[in-house]
């Protein structure tokens, strides 16, 4: 009878460590994938490191799951890879320093551009009500004459 409860001891034990291993797998999958998504591959310029197929970016990210397997969090795992391969790696840049630009300026450039946009609308309808009033133009004797005389010899000359 001891046997038995020793080995259903163990069996118990060997399940719950896999489940523990199928666990911890899936969550550095899952956090490995995060990873290869939100930054930019210092190998191919303009994608993300889950789309760059270059053999250094295959190494790369193995090294990256090895790191959240050994126990680093994403977190660790990113700011390791921006010391050691620059900023620009970022897909989104910090709200600090030099990159607060980037959430301002288009946030600004749009402010600016529809200030313009209505500002051009309102002098041109007000340019538009002035050309555009109920006054007509009247013109005097001579004028008409010489207008008269001027189609006239138009007329003539097809």
Known sequence: ???FACR??????CLLATSVVAQTDEAVSREAREIFETVLSPYC????ISN???PQADLLRASIRRQLAAGETPNEVKEELYA??????????????????????PGLAFVVGGWVILTWVRRTRTLQ???SGSESIRLDAEANDRIAAEMAELEQTL
């Open 52 to 54: 760059c197929p270059s």
């Open 1 to 3: 009878m001891a046997k």
């Open 45 to 48: 310029p303009g994608r993300t």
């Open 8 to 13: 259903s001891f163990l069996l118990v034990q």
């Open 84 to 105: 050691v391969y620059g900023e620009e790696l970022r897909t989104v840049p910090r709200a600090t320093g030099f990159g607060l630009l980037a959430w301002i300026v």
């Open 129 to 131: 009500s002035a050309t």
